[in-house]
């Protein structure tokens, strides 16, 4: 069979860069794979598809876990792919009931190592509340995988009361995170680069079933929820602008990055708002609901550090504008290609 | 961190025949996964979990598929992804509603071949009437995965009237196999092999929708299905003889197996009864109705060569017998180790 052949024209080949969050992971989905499966839920690219059956709203998600190292700070691989997909359900409102846990396990992996992942996805599945109800278990020859990859995929129930969605986003929304962002990123990076000037920070992993749900009474006009994973929030502010054509404006002073990220984004060349997170959200909130909301927040043991970092605009219409502690200010763009593989 | 450090202790790891389908493959599920995730409908590991949302019982199912290779007469892994996925719906009598599609790609893969790759999923899944709904994309770097590997998770609904589950199968129920066995698992490895005598031989990949709701109606009394996939149809009934505590009693000579597999199997040292299908079932059926159900199932294209191979039994409790050809008789073990890696 043809497998791979070129028959006289150039063949185009996948890069890192796609697999990295930004704008060439967005083209890649837009111009490959969504031409394949129309279905307008999919091509929504939500955080989870929802479908209704028999008068009830389900959100069904799917993520692969690929992160290297498989074990860091804060959490490992088998944590991460069940915070991660729950995280995915709770963006649209959903409680998260059940996974599936499928294993792609490289020959050779050791047993031992298995066994703390899979205690460690086990303990945070109690801890969400999710059952994981099937799997799967392959293996691949040595050389021919990484150690483990991981997929979860998720099902949910969204409560009728309960609508979040891009759609509802309005101008004066109040923009709120749920902590520092950027942990989970550099917290890796810096175990796989053997950097010792992060030693202190670790990833903010976790499942955050308790604090969704004490903010998704109707009451609390929460509109939209997100979860600034690969891309980190710049991306999530970016997409939500250009997609809901609406204007962001976000203040600098005013978005909490701890210091040790700071200093380890400064010294690699990065910027904390592309960073991964996972176990952050970002909320949009109308106005005369965000000083409540913030408060809730900062109550829950994962939200103490919760701020308010900006607002929806009427101006500029499609653009995320970031203004800086000096005072001026620049957009935040979609970034284009390899921010840091294989984060999650 | 200490990922695979070894402390004075031998680090037990996984081989390749800890993913081949057979002992091995249930002792690790059995021994070090299930441990973990207690759940009674996981531990019952059948193709898809069901549970009850809203007074509707859903299947949910996930399958991620690392075959080599990609491309195979017959199908490819995007076609066999989504057959798959569909089929272990079917076995506990759903209909196939929705399916994620999660991809892990190495760095440097062809475009080309990915495109034909989700081509093939799209028109297996429209023709199968599931939609995909949510999917992910993750890229690894060169040398650290295999191309492509594809996990699909499936759900769909159980009609209220519909009940298939091994606990229904009793002594005197006939067994039926929808056609012959051991193509795709053929086909798959002559490609690898580079073998020529198979040439004519192609995968029976195939979503099994229509043939399956064919006879799901309760009046045919079909107590369970199987999908004989990665261990073929031995481990199917030395499973069920096992689980079930019943005797099972299959006819050599009526289990049907193409000229082209056999021949390729004896040559290869394999056995057809453990050799993987991708596109047939295994049928557990009330002695007086499976006669109407084989003459259901001969009159679809994908049943033609359906067949009555044997029938469940008192004697020999949780043993599979194949009476051979010659008269004798001899227990359909459960595969200890390595059969066919790397077949789906």
């Given at each position: ?207 955050l079933v308790t604090l969704v749900q004490s903010v998704l009474n109707p ?81 829950d043991p994962l939200g103490r550090e919760a701020a308010r970092i900006g ?34």
């Amino acid at each position: 069979m043809p497998g791979e052949e070129n028959h006289g024209q150039e063949v185009s080949r996948v890069t890192m860069a796609h697999g990295a969050g930004g704008g060439m992971s967005r083209d890649l989905i837009q111009s490959v794979i969504l031409k394949h499966f129309g279905h307008p839920i999919l091509a929504r690219l939500e955080d989870s598809a929802l479908f209704e059956t028999n008068g009830q709203r389900l959100a069904f998600t799917t993520d692969s876990y690929v992160v290297q190292p498989l074990f860091f700070p804060g959490g490992d691989i088998g944590k991460l792919a069940v915070a991660g997909t729950v995280n995915d359900l709770l963006c649209v409102g959903a409680r998260p009931l059940y996974l599936s846990l499928a294993l792609i396990i490289e020959e050779g992996f050791s047993l031992q190592d298995l066994e703390r992942i899979l205690t460690s996805a086990s303990q945070e599945s109690v801890g969400a509340g999710v059952e994981v109800l099937c799997g799967d278990t392959k293996v691949v020859e040595r050389g021919k995988g990484d150690g483990l990859f991981v997929n979860t995929t998720g099902v949910g129930v969204v409560p009728s009361n309960v609508e979040l969605s891009p759609q509802k986003i309005q101008v004066g929304d109040q923009i709120l995170v749920t902590g520092p962002i950027g942990d989970h990123g550099i917290t890796v990076l810096s175990q796989r680069e053997g950097f010792a000037f992060a030693s202190q920070l670790k990833s903010d992993c976790a499942s955050l079933v308790t604090l969704v749900q004490s903010v998704l009474n109707p009451l609390f006009s929460v509109h939209c929820l997100r979860d600034p994973t690969r891309g980190g929030l710049g991306t999530v502010l970016a997409e939500i602008a250009a997609d809901r054509q609406v204007g962001i404006q976000v203040e600098e002073d005013q978005i909490p990055v701890r210091d040790e990220v700071r200093g380890a984004s400064e010294l690699l060349g990065l910027d904390p708002l592309y960073v991964a997170n996972e176990g952050k959200m970002v909320l949009f909130v109308a106005p005369q609901k965000a000083e409540k909301v913030l408060s809730i927040l900062k109550k829950d043991p994962l939200g103490r550090e919760a701020a308010r970092i900006g607002q929806v605009v009427e101006e500029h219409p499609r653009l995320a504008v970031l203004r800086t502690k000096i005072g001026g200010s620049r957009v935040i763009d979609l970034p284009a290609g390899e921010l840091l593989p294989r984060i999650c």
